[in-house]
């Protein structure tokens, strides 16, 4: 017999538990506006120098006597970047979790979890450099210059010159990045529905597929998207890996005009720039500028994620949410 | 009792001389960490002066981070390094926010321009104007009729020129755009000079080593890098037309030396304004035209940096010293060009001007020596007397 004699509680470890709470609750908050007010300051010389155009103008010079900073190619480089990573790799990552939730025999769902969550670990320097040594040859060989052949310099997003260092390669290796992320989340969250739905479907004579998408795709919407949102956050933010392998074309010439043309993100120009950017200067300024619209940009995809949950779990009453 | 005075006395100077003695040579060899940041190009060079200069003075540690020039700076201006080092100089904004740095050439470089044509060995012959148009791309071919006639009987292949250039502000940015500004004044006019410059084409490698990759592994491929990378990598170079235009140089350590040994006579002061020093495209038959100098920055009053003591201060000076002279050995191994002696004259020149807090700073020579003179007395000494003290009375 086990008994649990309670003591009864003392104001003072109430008291020491609500400060340490609301403690680390406030140092949360805390760094988040350290973070804005930093980037605000610090790019500050940016916004009052060029204004709106930073965020439209396409100008990127850092030459003495001739700055002029705009910052559109590197939004647009972000978002063709990671838009192309989450077409290849959500149905990828949805796939992974349908077999390992719906059909995998139960000796094989452990294992290969974990082989996914694995995955997950390796250092983004290690996907780059495997991107920039290895697998760029594959891609330039088999993938981009038969591509180029057979449709030419006429089309628009296969012109320019394959070599393996670009915007498509970039969002290949983001791709193979994120993947682990999106499907050892989305497992989880097909696992969470209830065995009684699956069950209910069945007895009603449905095939697989159906007792997939009658029961388990409503009941995890919500989280497969909140699933989606954590690696699209993740393709956003990647550095290191896209660094190595878009390219790196500043200014103008890093418009995302084609796949095989290099290109340029908001991470990647920082990354790239900001250890020899002459202290106090104005392309200081543009590159913590760049940051804060990064910044923005990954709090509007968290924003937008919640009002999406939020509004599929109030369409599915009672789903399970992520 | 004489006998018991004296063996009090012998005793007591056997537990204090020994004591005094070793707390002397303690502070002989009490240990110091020389902190320097900057440059990524200098560190292979300042990492084998560190592992040298230790051996022979195992006391000093140093510490260099090789954070890239431009955050060297930054911990200079904040007082928290000893010495700074960049592959540029100190921009006028810098000195106003730095007054009073000394700046030292310590190292030379040589920056090559390297290509992959397959079947093509190295030695293609260029023009400062013609690498000027193929990075501007107003030559995109091979076979450009101006890259054709400077080679006559190189069967150049008719292929698109893939451009690759340094994707990260760098100082052989710097020193590359100096050149292509002072020989192109179309290249002047359009993208100027800097650690990262508006390039109008082509992809970005991250370092040397990014830009070496792309060109060994591109075919048809141009970009430029580092001497040292070339050779290590054995990489195919083109020679540059000199100056005087008479000439097609190979970049070698000589040919980079020549170059900065006839720039030299321009050079100001180690306490004046660097900003305007280049050493690319100086006259000589064999100077070879795209080079630049790398520096370290002290303080002229080492007093300055937060926590400097005089006697580490001194240990800075001579660690500075040692490297413009018997570190410079270790240079051409490691495929940096050695400082030509006009140059460490005004390195000399300069380090003779450092102060700690207004006094000239203390040689360290001398000290040591007075202090290894008092242990070796005081052991003599002890020794002496504990034989009498010692000595049993039979």
Known sequence: ?322 | MTNKVIMGFTLMLILIVPAMSLHASAQTSQSYTITGAGSTFVFPLMDNWRVEYNKIHPEIMLNYQSIGSGAGIKLLEQKSVDFGASDAPLSATDMQKAPGVLTLPESIGGITVTYNLPGIDKGLKLTGPVIAQIFMGNITSWNDPAIVSLNPGVNLPSQKIVVAHRSDGSGTTYAFTDYLSKVSPDWQTKIGQGKSVPWPLGTGGQGNAGVANIVKSTPYAIGYVELAYVFQNKMTYAFVQNADGNSFVEPTLDSVAADAAAASGSFPAADGDWSKVSIVNQPGSNSYPISTLTYVMIYKDLSTVTGETQDKSSQVLAFLDWIIHDGQQYASGLLYVPLPDSIKKIDENGLAEVTFAGGAVPEFGPIAALVLAIAIVSIIAVSARSRIGFNPKI
Do not use: C
């Not at chain 1, 939004?75 to 719906?102: D, K, Q, R, W, Y």
């Not at chain 1, 139960?106 to 450099?129: H, W």
């Open chain 1, 1 to 322: 017999m086990i008994s649990v004699k309670m003591k009864k509680g003392s104001p003072i470890t109430d008291k020491i538990f609500k400060f340490v709470a609301i403690g680390a609750a406030t140092y949360v908050l805390a760094i988040i506006i350290m973070i804005v007010v930093n980037l605000t300051t610090g790019s500050a010389q940016i916004w009052q120098q060029e204004g709106i155009s930073f965020l439209t103008g396409s100008d990127w010079n850092s030459v003495e006597g001739r700055e002029s900073y705009g910052a559109a190619p590197y939004i647009m480089g972000t978002l063709v970047n990671a838009g192309i990573a989450m077409a290849i790799s959500v149905p990828l990552s949805f796939g992974i979790a349908m077999f390992l939730s719906e059909l995998a025999p139960k000796l094989l769902r452990t294992p290969l979890a974990m082989v996914i969550e694995l995955l997950a670990a390796v250092p983004s320097v290690v996907y780059g450099l495997w991107g920039l040594l290895v697998f760029r040859l594959y891609i330039q060989n088999w993938i981009e210059v038969p591509l180029h052949n057979l449709f030419g310099d006429q089309s628009i997003i296969f012109a320019g010159t394959p070599f393996g260092l670009d915007i498509f390669t970039a969002s290949v290796v983001l791709a193979i990045m994120i993947v682990p992320t999106i499907a050892s989340i989305s497992k989880e969250i097909m696992l969470a529905v209830p065995n009684s739905q699956r069950e209910a479907a069945y007895m009603l004579g449905a095939t697989k597929w159906e007792v997939f998408r009658i029961a388990v795709l409503p009941y995890s919407k919500s989280g497969l998207i909140g699933a989606t949102i954590l690696g699209l956050g993740r393709a956003v933010g990647e550095t290191m890996a896209v660094t190595m392998l878009i390219g790196n074309a500043t200014g103008a010439a890093a418009f995302p005009s084609s796949l095989f043309a290099p290109g340029q993100t908001l991470a990647s120009i920082m990354a790239n720039e900001f250890a020899e950017a002459s202290q106090g200067g104005l392309h200081l300024a543009a590159l913590v500028g760049v940051g804060l619209i990064l910044f923005l940009m990954a709090f509007a995809i968290n924003v937008v994620a919640h009002l999406l949950v939020a509004r599929v779990v109030k369409s599915h009453e009672g789903a399970v949410l992520a």
